[in-house]
């Protein structure tokens, strides 16, 4: 008798579902992530080998440009909920009399990145429409003896959130009378402990040293 050929077919794999389920996680992806805004200033940061990483919350970062120019930066705290950035915001209105509204507190809590605005220009800062007006105000936080401005963004900041963190970015061609006088500033709302937020360098090691 002869053999019965059994027919062979190819097989055919079809790609649509794991296409589909791509598409829905990367719009997923695209509708939930929150775009990173640039910095008032660019800061090159010097090197070193360290590896402690900065926190990611509790933190308040003093980015000093190389100009001198010093900017501010502090997060809600680890619950957005917590809304530490309003209010703070709201103590300084209250130190220097302005009255801020809900809507500009809003936009100080959501603004991503560091402010080196002075309080009286914060209003407009705040109710700008793009970050185009809204460099116009990024001249630096005040810091001398007769305008301390600063000193009240950090007072009030460790009032609302005890548990803040205190980190210094400097640019490496920053004059060092610029950054003592940031710490000179902590030192005297005893802020002892700070980070020194710097660039990763690769640590270089010579073995004939350590053979030795």
């Known amino acids: 008798m002869p053999k019965i050929k059994i027919p062979h077919k190819s097989p055919r794999i079809d790609m649509t579902p794991m296409v589909d389920t791509f598409a829905v996680i990367l719009i997923f992806l695209m509708l939930t992530a929150t775009m990173s805004s640039p910095e008032p200033a660019t800061v090159d940061t010097p090197f070193s080998i360290s590896e402690k990483p900065t926190p990611d919350f509790n933190a308040m970062t003093f980015l000093i440009s190389a100009d001198g120019k010093v900017f501010m930066n502090f997060d ?7 809304k530490y950035r309003p209010k703070v915001l709201a103590e300084m209105g209250k130190r220097y009399g302005i ?16 402010m080196g605005v002075r309080i009286e220009n914060m209003q407009a800062f705040l109710d700008a429409k793009d970050a185009a007006e809204r460099k116009v105000y990024q001249e630096g936080i005040p810091m001398d003896s007769t305008n301390n401005q600063l000193a009240m963004w950090i007072q009030y ?11 210094i970015r400097g640019d490496s061609k920053v004059e060092f009378p610029k950054v003592k006088r940031v710490l000179d500033i902590l030192q005297d709302l005893n802020v002892k402990r700070f980070s020194l937020v710097t660039s990763l360098e690769a640590a270089k090691i010579n073995l004939e040293e350590i053979q030795q």
């Open 99 to 114: 009255e801020f509204t809900e809507k500009q507190l809003r936009e100080f809590q959501m603004y991503p990145s560091s």
């Open 76 to 82: 809600n705290g680890p619950d957005t909920l917590l």
């Open 157 to 167: 900041a460790r009032t609302v959130n005890p548990n803040i963190q205190a980190c």
